[in-house]
């Protein structure tokens, strides 16, 4: 399978009507693609809305969250997108975590593989024009049918953490979407996604390994390294990625981030992250040494890397211009 580097949408400090001309650069650059996320900023749709209308570039949502939209809505959110860049956008659907669905939309985080599965059964039949009567655990629909399907077939991503979750993307997904792992992590995950696809039946080697890298675009510094330890601190406290760390075997590493963060002591728990696992998972250094650590993901086993830039500076002016010269630094004819 083609690898492909691809840029996460939209970037800080950018408003979203100066995303047209940043991904003609990007596509210019060889940039292969643009993934979109979503969690307490900008949906995921319509960013990938602006890049499908000003280039070529492949699409992907990273993700559209199957709890916090109906089924119907997702669907026909999903069709616009395509009728935008037909041929050239994927769905990327997960669950989330608990403070999204349950804090922030009222929603109740309960058996998300089932959910997931559920989703992409709907989809595959609501995408491809057909009369919808769903009855499932999770949700039923009872007789949708888009008025605008769209024209050519839609690939649906799963996002996945942990081994039930990464068997569902083998078994009926077209492609998974992993984050918040090392590249020595990488041949845990795709192995348990590779073997549930071939027992399904199905053509492993055709279901995509989609990874959000997290790369830290500042100079070295005390704040640079504070900002990626908040950053992993942030994330690592959530009770769905915490369980994922502890399945990928660093719950002894971890251990002290855990036990400081639920006594209360912030400061304690951001300090308790081990500079290991630090470099690990939000990448850093000199252009070179990024350029590098993202081929590390590839010859693991990775298919498309979609690089999040992330700059800790205070400025703003100086984070959007590390941004564009990261960009410009690890675009892929640089890298090679």
Same mark, same amino acid.
């Given at each position: 399978?083609?690898?492909? #580097?691809?840029?996460? =949408? ?19 650059? !060889? ?55 037909? !041929?050239?956008?994927?769905? !990327? ?10 804090? #922030? ?10 959910? =997931? ?25 009872? !007789? ?35 984050? #918040? ?11 348990? =996604? ?66 400081? #963060? ?75």
């Amino acid at each position: 399978m083609l690898k492909r #580097w691809a840029l996460s =949408v939209p970037f800080d400090h950018f408003a979203l009507a100066e995303h047209a001309s940043l991904a003609q650069e990007a596509e210019s650059l !060889g940039y292969t693609d643009a993934w979109s996320l979503e969690v307490d900023g900008i949906d995921c749709f319509t960013p990938l809305a602006v890049v499908g209308a000003a280039t070529q570039m492949r699409l992907g949502t990273a993700i559209a969250n199957v709890y916090t939209r109906g089924p119907a809505t997702l669907a026909q959110t999903a069709a616009g997108l395509a009728e935008v860049a037909p !041929g050239r956008f994927n769905l !990327g659907i997960g669950t989330g975590s608990q403070p999204i669905v349950e804090m #922030w939309n009222s929603g109740r985080f309960e058996k998300p593989a089932t959910r =997931v599965r559920e989703m992409v059964a709907f989809l595959r039949a609501a995408l491809a024009g057909e009369r919808v009567a769903f009855q499932g655990e999770t949700f039923s629909v009872d !007789g949708f049918r888009l008025s605008r399907p769209p024209s050519q077939p839609i690939p649906i991503h799963v996002a996945a953490l942990r081994a039930g979750m990464l068997r569902t993307a083998g078994e009926v997904a077209d492609g998974c979407i992993i984050n #918040w792992l090392s590249a020595g992590d990488v041949k845990k995950s795709v192995a348990v =996604v590779r073997e549930a696809a071939a027992a399904a039946g199905r053509d492993a080697s055709t279901v995509e390994i989609t990874a959000r890298l997290f790369v830290c675009v500042d100079p070295p510094s005390p704040e640079s390294d504070l900002g990626r330890r908040r950053h992993i601190n942030a994330y690592l406290n959530v009770p769905v990625y915490k369980t994922f760390h502890q399945w990928l075997g660093r719950g002894e590493a971890l251990r002290g981030m855990w036990e400081a #963060w639920d006594a209360g002591d912030r400061k304690g728990a951001v300090a308790a992250i081990p500079e290991d696992v630090v470099d690990e998972l939000v990448l850093a250094g000199p252009a070179e040494e990024r350029n590098a650590n993202v081929r590390r993901y590839l010859e693991a086993g990775v298919d498309t890397a979609v690089l999040h830039l992330l700059s800790f500076d205070r400025d703003p002016a100086v984070r959007r211009e590390r941004t564009l010269t990261a960009m410009r630094e690890m675009a892929p004819a640089a890298a090679r």
